[in-house]
């Protein structure tokens, strides 16, 4: 006898649960959507014990007759879709006409539903797929739903569950991705009788990134860089966390097409190639991507919960998306601002955040320099007007006082009060400390340069420009400098022998097992050269990263700017600060070494004032 069976509708659906439904937020998503699709103004969401007790969505959409009702809760039952050319370009967040079905068949469902046509309500139930007739309500128009219970007959899968705090976690994450493309509603969650989050459609969309996002939201504005771009009927509006505020995972990376959150990778690899050099390695942008297309232009029926699409000219968006995000970080000013603490008295003055624990020390190594050194006339408010005398520590080409007290330092911010030059300009205040840091006067108050790390990202452009447009420019060494080289050496040197030539370093047999520098590079005089080589070769050989032409060619930039840069620890005369400080200005993005680090960090005159109750 045969051994296969036809399996019932009910079963039927609650396999297809398993794909839509995972966990009370898959619920939250799919009632949300449909309440959205009904053209709905207002949602409110209603959880219980992290929807493993309740989950209820009412909302102020279409609403359904009696009939609709009845059918909504039926397999592949959808008022989205007619006809499979209707798959070409759907507009609509559901059109699979599953997931009414497969949350009624692993929970008990009350749904209410009213049209505006009808003078009153239509109740149905539904018990793990069984359900009842509908029967009259009374209820405003739209749509409640309620579901109870959920997988309470499926203890395989009920025992998945997670504590009420996790399942919220993920329910809240759910209403924020809708809460974020959605911002012409009004949205309400709320666990346990607790209002969570209540969201007017009056809000603006960074009113209500700020809500629902853990940036800084005092700072949202700016912390977050906009920028827009409408071409080849694509239009993005992106906001763009500064790298000052990047995480640890791509979770704050919301992107959204058409209003529906997606994951994508050409997307993904976008942002991170927009934000290349910004950010140090293992951390991410914070970035909100919304993308408005042809619907035509993608096809969204490619995963069960929509979640993933196929562009038809992924090449497109990718290269739109970045052009558009990578021209507005170059265009920015993106120099760390460093957060003066709102400690109330000067012994508190400690932690400020600046990111970074080098950028930290300084900061602290600045407020304990104010503390120490407060100006004699502390009552005195800055005046930006012009006045004869300029106190300058070292107006482009003073003398280094031998010992730059803190008086002298605090007096020149204190006393400067002519309009202070912007770093560019002629008239420099600069002085260098501990032969590491530089510390320029602006018109807002002061920087702190890191020598190194900006001199590391000024030499790391100079060589990527060059090298784009041919070659490096070479020298021979008066006496070629000789290294070992096991065989594996030779042949990775070998291989990568145009890698060698477009460096401009030039080697030769040196005896059976060696091999001899003969030029190299005139950019990286400052490096040593066999010390560089021998750097090369490990990098080269290296098998954890997956190194490939352009990558590999941007790694080998990276090293060699750092070689070449000016150290922390080395004393720069005054014409070296200048050169340094006239290619700042020349630099395409100045504010971050090649690694991501800050090279820069602003001090405002009035967070000082503020720290020293000036205000
Ligand atoms: P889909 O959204 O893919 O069409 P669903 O199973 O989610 O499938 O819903 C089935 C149908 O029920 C929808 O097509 C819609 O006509 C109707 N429906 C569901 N929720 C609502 C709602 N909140 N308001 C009005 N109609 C709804
Ligand atoms: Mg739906």
Do not use: W
Not at 141 to 167: C, H, M, W
Not at 456 to 477: F, M, V
Request: one cysteine or more.
């Amino acid at each position: 006898m045969g051994q296969i069976l036809v399996l019932d509708q009910n079963m039927i659906n609650m396999i297809a649960a398993g794909e839509v439904i995972e966990r009370p937020a898959s619920v939250v998503k799919e009632l949300m959507e449909n309440s959205i699709d009904s053209g709905t103004t207002k949602i409110t969401v209603s959880i219980e014990d992290g929807g493993r007790k309740l989950i209820s969505v009412t909302d102020n959409g279409c609403g359904m007759d009696g009939e609709d009702l009845a059918r909504a809760f039926e397999p592949h039952t959808t008022s989205k879709i007619k006809t499979s050319s209707d798959l070409l370009g759907i507009s609509t967040l559901g059109f699979r006409g599953e997931a009414l079905a497969s949350i009624a068949s692993v929970s008990q469902v009350k749904c209410t539903s009213r049209t505006k046509s009808q003078t009153g309500a239509n109740c149905i139930e539904i018990d793990c797929g069984n359900k009842s007739d509908i029967s009259p309500a009374s209820a405003d128009y739209g749509t409640s739903i309620q579901v109870r219970d959920i997988f309470y007959k499926l203890p395989a899968r009920r025992k998945f569950l997670r504590t009420a705090n996790t399942e919220m976690g993920h329910i809240a994450e759910q209403f924020t991705r809708i809460a974020l493309s959605n911002d012409n509603l009004d949205l309400t969650l709320i666990h346990n009788g607790r209002e969570l989050y209540r969201l007017s459609d009056k809000d603006h969309l960074h009113q209500r990134i700020a809500e629902l996002s853990p940036i800084p939201s005092s700072g949202i504005s700016e912390n977050l860089i906009e920028a827009e771009s409408n071409e080849k009927s694509l239009h993005i509006l992106a906001l763009m966390g500064k790298p000052s505020i990047s995480r640890t995972s791509k979770k704050f990376q919301y992107v959204f097409l058409n209003g529906r959150f997606i994951r994508d990778k050409f997307i993904s690899h976008a942002i991170k190639e927009a934000y290349r050099g910004l950010l140090e390695l293992n951390r991410f942008p914070v970035v909100f991507l919304f993308i408005q297309m042809p619907y035509e232009d993608y096809d969204v029926n490619v995963h069960p919960t929509k979640s993933e699409v196929r562009f038809y000219n992924a090449n497109l968006v990718h290269s739109q998306i970045l052009g558009c995000l990578r021209e507005k970080l170059l265009g920015t000013d993106l120099q760390s601002h460093a957060v003066l603490p709102t400690a109330t008295g000067p012994t508190e003055m400690q932690g400020i955040g600046a990111p970074g624990h080098r950028s930290e020390a300084i900061s602290d190594a600045m407020a304990e320099f104010f503390k120490k050194h407060r100006p004699v006339q502390t009552q005195q408010q800055f005046s930006y007007k012009p006045k004869q005398q300029t106190v300058a520590l070292r107006p482009g080409g003073g003398q280094i006082p031998e010992s730059h007290t803190g008086t002298a330092m605090v007096s020149a911010f204190a006393q400067t009060s002519q309009p202070v030059p912007e770093i560019c300009s002629e008239q420099r205040i600069f002085m260098q400390i501990h032969d590491s840091f530089v510390v320029v006067q602006t018109d807002e108050g002061f920087v702190i340069i890191d020598q190194h790390a900006l001199h590391e990202r000024i030499i790391y452009e100079d060589l990527c420009k060059r090298i784009r447009k041919s070659k490096l420019e070479s020298q021979k060494l008066l006496i070629p400098e000789s290294f070992d080289v096991t065989p594996s050496d030779a042949d990775l040197l070998n291989t990568n022998a145009e890698l060698l030539e477009k460096l401009g370093i030039e080697l030769v047999p040196f005896g059976p097992r060696a091999m001899a520098i003969q030029a190299f590079p005139t950019l990286l005089t400052k490096a040593d050269p066999l010390d560089f080589v021998q750097d090369l070769i490990d990098l080269l050989g290296r098998k954890d990263i997956n190194l490939d032409g352009e990558k590999l060619l941007d790694e080998v930039l990276n090293m060699a700017a750092c070689k070449a840069a000016i150290k922390a620890g080395q004393r720069l005369t005054d014409s070296e600060i200048e050169q340094l400080l006239r290619d700042k200005v020349n630099a395409e993005s100045s504010s971050r070494c090649p690694h991501g680090r800050p090279t820069t960090i602003k001090f405002s005159i009035s967070d000082l004032e503020k720290q020293f109750k000036r205000t």
